[in-house]
């Protein structure tokens, strides 16, 4: 592949994607798996990792011990890092910390892991969600005891693979002035989504793939995300005219991704017509 384009080959997938269609490829499978693809051929990923919070998913078990946790993490991420060209950036959805079951820096701890894997820092994002309603445990109240401190709020920590500066790809940017000006400021404030509607556990809200994907790559990059859920990240992907690359390990969210990704396609053909 001319390394100046980007773009994803069918000989990069070891495993035959579940949904191809377009410009959109999913893959049903672990992405701890080191053979699921070959080769270098991610521009940006964005993704949001299970938070180990007990979430009840399908098809894997969001209780481990906090080590076995860290080295799932691990390998997913050097996984990430392998199949990544050298201009790849990773905006990475996680958890500030963790109170229940022993607190834990978590945000600070998986920054920890995506570097030792490789990959370098560059800055946080901090998404305020506005969520407080999720307050319950106040610790000591109204004492100095033991009172709790919680911020109702999430990182996107932004990583690259070897040069900030992106000088591969198709140089055509399509944020706007206010949208630059105004994701450039590291505090995101937008509603988190909801499970009920979307039909999956842990979605999170299409402005988070939106923002990252058009502010951190160009049109025609290849996006991936490695934990795909609902789909969210190829929704945004596919009607901003990137290439987009998921995997997803339960066969029932590869469905729903799916579905979702077909009726956001038909909306948008609709809504590119009336142009
Ligand atoms: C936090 S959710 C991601 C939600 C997604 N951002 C969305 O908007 O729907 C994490 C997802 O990772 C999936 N998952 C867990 N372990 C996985 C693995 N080893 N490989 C691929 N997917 C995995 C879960 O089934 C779940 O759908």
């Not at 893959?27 to 007990?54: Q, R």
């Not at 996107?156 to 706007?176: A, M, N, P, Q, T």
């Not at 990252?212 to 490695?226: A, E, N, Q, T, W």
Request: glycine share 8%.
């Amino acid at each position: 592949m001319d390394n100046t384009i980007a773009g994803v080959m069918p000989s990069n997938f070891n495993t035959k994607p579940v949904f191809e269609q377009d410009s959109i490829h999913i893959v049903n499978g672990d992405s701890c798996n080191p053979d699921l693809f070959s080769g270098e051929f991610i521009d940006l990923v964005v993704t949001s990792p299970p938070y180990n919070v007990g979430i009840e998913y399908d098809s894997n078990d969001d209780t481990l011990h906090y080590q076995d946790y860290l080295d799932f993490n691990r390998q997913w991420i050097l996984n990430t890092y392998k199949w990544s060209r050298p201009h790849a950036r990773m905006l990475l959805n996680i958890p500030l910390d963790k109170n229940k079951g022993g607190h834990r820096s978590v945000g600070s701890d998986l920054t920890a892991v995506a570097q030792m894997a490789g990959w370098k820092y560059h800055s946080t994002i901090v998404w305020n969600e506005g969520n407080i309603s999720r307050r319950t445990a106040w610790g000591s109240w109204m004492s100095a005891s033991a009172p709790y401190v919680i911020a109702p709020v999430e990182l996107i920590v932004i990583l690259y693979k070897e040069s900030w500066k992106k000088l591969l790809g198709s140089k055509k940017s399509d944020v706007s002035r206010d949208e630059f000006m105004a994701w450039t400021n590291g505090v995101w404030t937008f509603n988190g989504e909801s499970k009920k509607r979307i039909g999956h556990p842990a979605p999170f809200p299409r402005q988070l793939p939106y923002r990252c994907i058009k502010l951190f790559s160009y049109v025609g990059d290849v996006v991936f995300d490695p934990f795909l859920g609902s789909g969210t990240t190829l929704i945004e992907a596919y009607n901003n005219h990137r290439i987009g690359v998921g995997v997803e390990i339960d066969k029932g969210y590869c469905e729903l991704a799916e579905k979702r990704i077909i009726n956001s396609r038909s909306l948008f053909a609709a809504s590119e017509k009336k142009k």
